[in-house]
């Protein structure tokens, strides 16, 4: 996975901007997230604390499912299974304060991908980013070139951070629930050869922010 933080120059002025929530309690439904973890991956958390090179924070993702927009363009020969929807994973994220600006990282065990919500005063923008090192499969339009390096909006829908003022002396837990703008993605299953998608989240994190890089 490319480091965690490597779109912090991107920014994408489209963006829809989100009013951030601050609620305390967040802190208790992230750790009640955590302890559904499996165990095996409570242990792969504890390993990572034990590293002292680790400066990061944590994500439970409850939630990952693709939303597959072109299902009536899959082959006659091809056995279409739902959309696929996965629970209780980890992974891990960071965050940066630039001013009055925070940056919070998110890096996902899927495919290189990685999600940036930028927190300024009570709002909050997102965007996504899915890297591969093989081939050029994605398009944000079909009249668009492909590319291996795709960076998209996505809908902030939900948004939920256990303090509004940011300090590197304090640990920041908090709550995200975004939706992908709409790409496309080679996919030789379907009749034209792409897959139209966009991609839903949910995930818990907590981390401890630092200042100019993480």
């Not at 601050?22 to 992230?30: I, L």
């Not at 998110?106 to 999600?115: C, D, E, L």
């Not at 703008?181 to 998608?197: P, R, V």
Request: hydrophobic share 35%; aromatic share 14%.
């Amino acid at each position: 996975m490319r480091n965690l933080i490597t779109l912090f120059s991107i920014f994408i002025f489209t963006h829809s901007y989100a009013q951030v929530t601050f609620d305390k309690t967040v802190e208790q439904q992230y750790q009640d997230a955590y302890n559904k973890l499996p165990a095996w991956l409570q242990q792969k958390a504890i390993e990572a604390y034990k590293d002292t090179s680790f400066h990061g924070g944590l994500v439970v993702l409850t939630e990952h499912k693709i939303d597959t927009l072109n299902k009536d363009e899959v082959a006659n020969s091809y056995s279409y299974k739902n959309d696929e929807e996965k629970q209780y994973d980890l992974s891990f994220c960071g965050g940066q304060i630039n001013s009055d600006t925070l940056t919070i990282g998110v890096g996902t065990q899927f495919f290189s991908q990685s999600i940036q919500h930028k927190i300024f005063k009570n709002l909050a923008t997102t965007i996504f980013n899915e890297y591969r090192d093989n081939g050029t499969p994605f398009r944000t339009e079909l009249t668009n070139d492909k590319t291996n390096d795709l960076t998209i909006p996505a809908e902030t829908i939900r948004i939920v951070l256990s303090a509004d003022k940011f300090t590197t002396d304090e640990t920041i837990f908090g709550y995200a629930e975004i939706t992908t703008k709409a790409f496309y993605e080679d996919a030789d299953s379907f009749k034209n050869g792409y897959i139209k998608k966009r991609l839903h989240y949910k995930y818990f994190f907590k981390f401890k922010p630092t200042k100019n890089g993480i």
